[in-house]
């Protein structure tokens, strides 16, 4: 156990302002490694991760002392004063612009904060309520996670605590709902005070992330790394020891070092007497940061009884930080017996943060003692500062073939300076590598996407391109990487037919992943008619009970929700140029619901790439309303049909006892329209494969140029593809 600090006097009463508090410390407890190094360690990811990137465009996470526009707050469950003290300080007064975004489950909430931030002197044209329900106040923990992605703003949300499921989805709901931005899904299990993006896209963390993400379930601790490069830019995560939960109940980096900037850290001091490993944590975190070439401040930490007493846990906001004090000279209501700590503390914050910076001391005496002080219930929205806005090109992200014909939607996301809403877009397609645009749509709003119809044609070198106007003219281009376009066919299969038939269900599940990995068939009972008829359309808008939606019987507190189906594919592989597998439903109380495929070749479950096992998926999501996952096959698709023609598709949530709801499922398969004569298919019959015909020459058994199968090229071959000479039809 930690050495309780001299007893400097009596601890003021924690504020009691709603009977669902809840306290930063997970419910059963944060997982500890007594026996971890305590030596802090580095793994360099420079070489890219291989996991499906949200999107082409380059990531990076802004670090906490990069600019920013605002911060978001959660009101009204617990520590209302502390909220409205910080709302208040940061809005006040007209010098600086940043906003206050306050969650709020209702409006009546709302309207409560609303006096209270006036009283204390807020700013209320600064302050934007966000009407979202929620658990908890601790928002730097669910998120959201914010990153840039080619330069643009987006969300990144990781897993928080399983029995705080609203908590859980607001990070979704505020990028899709309030700030217009897109949100992407990162198989982690990871609390946002665990981790600090550094610069040269570094991030730091402590070894919590390697018990939260544990080897049984799949992450073993290159995945790990994998997934903080490819969702949020890190090449180099920097692993810090962990306090111990004696000391310290929430694991996180957060309640013992904070970057103060580029090349200055805050890390804690623990006075004498404390726990020796605490101690040995902190110390040796100091020679490992200066020799990454940061200068050192050390305000102190002590325990008394189970309150861990931090400095560390502030937060910077441009040119102010605000940092935690527990006595009464800075801030009222604290116990005088710590006004020497505050007042050393305020001064080491300063010699770090240097002159031109505030230093805003807010009073945390009655929140400490729930494991968290102000670090923990704010996030930082970065602001964007280039003068000339920034645009991304999401879908098509290349590589797709796109039927004539078909509907299609664009998708980008673009962001203004100041994060200001930008004028309008124009878009416009190329089907020749961008010698020529032909015009979609012109000065049309910035509402992220566009419903597209393929035009006539075959390219292998289609381009989309959108052009982001700002308010005062400013533009900005981005276009795709290209895309193929072809005539052809699309073959759907739902189960609004032939369920039964040649497309099948089965359910619902087992006891770990260990018993579905290598299964063909982990499951065996078979679905109903009426599950079928559930499945049949995406019609569901309801929660867990709407019978729009197959909904599963209770699964067992020791197993986990696992389906299985199986589609005959009646087209052979070689003629199939892309399958597009749709799955459309979530899983209970958040958890995230993972969408595979049957590798043939490799007998396993895994993704799109060739990649098998646990967390290699085609998609997932972890909400708790329908979302639609997608699947793109498109090489070597012998692996994912077997010889008898089926295919077969895995839909599993990694929690125990948490249903799956199913409200949809297709398998599309896309099949170009063939040209005899274009031996490379592009879409023309040209000297490439006049080239190919010379070559093959001769005898040639099963040889692409024998157009006549008589296992030779000659005359009659040639004279075939003359006779397709030109445009194919």
């Not at 840039?148 to 859980?168: I, M």
């Not at 992330?209 to 903080?228: K, Q």
């Not at 399958?579 to 969408?595: M, S």
Request: aromatic share 10%; charged share 15%.
């Amino acid at each position: 156990m930690a050495m309780a600090a001299p007893q400097k006097g009596a601890t003021p009463p924690r504020e009691v302002e709603h009977r669902s508090t809840l306290t930063r410390v997970r419910e059963g407890g944060t997982p500890y490694d007594p026996n971890q190094s305590l030596v802090p360690y580095a793994i360099d990811l420079a070489g890219g991760g291989v996991a499906e990137a949200p999107g082409t465009a380059v990531i990076s996470s802004p670090p906490e002392y990069d600019p920013v526009r605002g911060v978001l707050f959660q009101y009204g469950n617990s520590w209302n004063s502390v909220v409205t003290s910080l709302v208040s300080k940061l809005t006040a007064g007209t010098v600086h612009d940043e906003i206050a975004y306050v969650v709020v489950a209702n409006q009546t909430t709302a309207n409560s904060a609303t006096s209270a931030f006036v009283a204390a002197g807020a700013n209320m044209s600064k302050v934007v309520f966000l009407i979202h329900p929620n658990d908890s106040i601790w928002i730097r923990d669910y998120g959201p996670h914010f990153i840039w992605q080619g330069g643009t703003l987006a969300v990144v949300d990781s897993h928080y605590y399983p029995t705080r499921t609203l908590d859980n989805f607001v990070p979704t709901l505020v990028g899709d709902v309030n700030l217009g931005v897109p949100t992407f899904d990162q198989g982690l299990y990871y609390s946002g005070g665990n981790f600090q993006p550094g610069p040269d896209r570094s991030g730091f963390c402590t070894a919590l992330v390697n018990l939260d993400n544990p080897a049984s379930g799949g992450h073993d601790e290159a995945l790990i790394r994998e997934l903080h490069q490819t969702f949020q830019g890190i090449d180099v995560l920097h692993v810090m020891p962990q306090l111990p939960f004696s000391v310290d109940g929430t694991g996180h980096i957060d309640m013992w070092m904070y970057l103060v900037d580029e090349d200055t850290v805050i890390i804690s001091e623990f006075i004498p007497g404390s726990n020796s490993t605490a101690v040995s944590v902190t110390n040796n975190a100091v020679p490992y940061m200066q020799a990454l070439g940061f200068e050192v401040f050390r305000p102190k930490a002590w325990n008394s009884g189970f309150t861990h007493y931090t400095y560390a846990n502030a937060f910077r906001v441009n040119d102010r930080i605000f940092i935690p004090v527990y006595g009464t000279s800075l801030v009222p209501g604290g116990s005088s017996a710590y006004n020497d700590e505050d007042a050393d503390a305020l001064a080491k914050w300063q010699q770090a943060a240097g002159p031109g910076v505030e230093i805003v001391p807010i009073q945390c005496s009655s929140i400490i003692g729930a494991s968290g002080a102000i670090h923990c219930i704010v996030k930082q929205v970065p602001r964007y500062v280039e003068s000339l806005p920034s645009v991304v090109v999401l879908s098509p992200a290349g590589g797709e073939t796109w039927l004539v014909g078909s509907q299609q939607q664009i998708r980008w996301n673009a962001t203004d300076t100041n994060n200001v809403a930008l004028a309008d877009v124009d878009v416009a397609c190329s089907l020749d590598g961008g010698a020529t645009w032909t015009p979609l749509a012109t000065a049309v709003p910035d509402s992220g996407s566009l419903s597209f119809t393929v035009p006539a044609g075959a390219t292998d070198e289609a381009l989309v391109r959108v052009t982001a106007r700002a308010a005062d003219g400013d533009v900005a281009v981005a276009a795709s990487n290209p895309f193929r376009i072809r005539p052809g066919t699309a073959i759907k299969r739902d189960f609004s037919s032939n369920a039964g038939v040649d497309r099948f269900g089965f359910g619902r599940q087992t006891t770990s992943w260990s018993g579905i990995s290598a299964n063909l068939s982990p499951v065996s009972t078979a679905l109903t008619a009426a599950n079928y008829a559930a499945m049949a359309t995406s019609n569901a808008t309801g929660g867990d009970s709407d019978a729009n939606r197959y909904i599963p019987s209770s699964i067992s507190s020791g197993s986990e929700a696992t389906h299985l189906f199986r589609f005959v594919i009646g087209e052979s592989p070689s003629t199939i140029d892309e399958i597009l597998v749709e799955w459309e439903g979530y899983a209970d109380n958040c958890t995230q619901a993972e969408l595979y495929v049957w590798n043939v070749a490799l007998s396993q479950w895994g993704d799109a790439a060739g990649r098998v096992g646990q967390n290699r998926y085609l998609a997932s999501f972890a909400g708790n309303r329908d979302e639609r996952l997608v699947g793109r096959l498109r090489g070597n698709l012998q692996d994912f049909i077997a010889p008898d023609g089926s295919m077969r598709l895995l839909v599993y949530a990694e929690r125990p006892a948490d249903r799956t709801f199913h409200d949809y499922l297709a398998v599309t398969v896309l099949q170009v329209d063939s040209c005899e004569g274009d031996l490379n298919d592009d879409g023309v019959v040209d000297g490439t494969d006049l080239a190919q015909v010379l070559g093959s020459w001769g005898a040639c058994a099963d040889c692409a140029a024998d157009f006549d199968d008589n296992d030779v090229v000659d005359g009659a071959d040639l004279s075939t593809l003359l006779g397709a000479w030109g445009q194919c039809p």
